[in-house]
T-cell receptor
Framework: RKEVEQDPGPFNVPEGATVAFNCTYS??????FFWYRQDCRKEPKLLMS???SGNEDGRFTAQLNRASQYISLLIRDSKLSDSATYLC?????????????FGAGTRLAVHP | GAVVSQHPSWVICKSGTSVKIECRSL??????MFWYRQFPKQSLMLMAT?????????EQGVEKDKFLINHASLTLSTLTVTSAHPEDSSFYIC????????????FGEGSRLTVL
């Protein structure tokens, strides 16, 4: 089983739609969680951190469920500019070092 | 916000040569930096974790003698692709973990390597 798993998509949605991505992680010692966005041929950029209490930033809402070991990202009122790959990132302390684990990413395509 | 500078942004070299890529954190100290590789239409693959003042930790399947990583200071890590071959052509990206920003990752802009 992969340490971090995401549905690869693609998710094809019309503008204005609400779309949700999930990401599951296998190591219960995981400490920090993030959602990153990556446009084609560009480096990933931080979209938002994910906190235990859940957090919202405009049209984006992130949630963490430690008991079930998954995080989610909800995008409301999708825009064409939201088309990208969304990467789930988990950081855990392993052997005294921070170990960084990426999900394979979920592709989102928003169409007019 | 924090910035990570990666250089060069693209490089073309002949097979058999070595290429060095630099990753610098510009306004914070990064005790941990990460190096990734990304092939077209594929996910980022972690190659190694670079800790300042100690040897890098390589992921399974990554040849440490081919991909030399040096993290000599708190603001600089380098990746050297030794004796590069066409199959090493890829997009290499570094990221730095900032303690100041509560564990947030900052990515360099990436280096596109083409080996002829």
């Amino acid at each position: 089983r992969k340490e971090v798993e995401q549905d690869p998509g693609p998710f094809n949605v019309p503008e204005g739609a609400t779309v949700a991505f999930n990401c599951t992680y296998s190591n219960s010692a995981s400490q920090s969680f993030f959602w990153y966005r990556q446009d084609c041929r560009k480096e990933p950029k931080l979209l938002m951190s994910v906190y235990s209490s859940g957090n919202e930033d405009g049209r984006f809402t992130a949630q963490l469920n430690r008991a079930s070991q998954y995080i989610s990202l909800l995008i409301r009122d999708s825009k064409l500019s939201d088309s990208a790959t969304y990467l789930c990132v988990v950081i855990l302390l392993s052997g005294g070092y921070n170990k960084l684990i990426f999900g394979a990413g979920t592709r989102l395509a928003v169409h007019p | 916000g924090a910035v990570v500078s990666q250089h060069p942004s693209w490089v073309i070299c002949k097979s058999g040569t070595s290429v060095k890529i630099e990753c610098r954190s510009l306004d914070f100290q990064a005790t941990t930096m990460f190096w990734y590789r990304q092939f077209p239409k594929q996910s980022l693959m972690l190659m190694a974790t670079s800790n300042e003042g100690s040897k890098a930790t390589y992921e399974q399947g990554v040849e440490k003698d081919k991909f030399l990583i040096n993290h000599a200071s708190l603001t600089l890590s380098t990746l050297t692709v030794t004796s590069a071959h066409p199959e090493d052509s890829s997009f290499y990206i570094c990221s730095a973990l900032s303690d100041r920003y509560t564990g947030e990752l900052f990515f360099g802009e990436g280096s596109r390597l083409t080996v002829l």
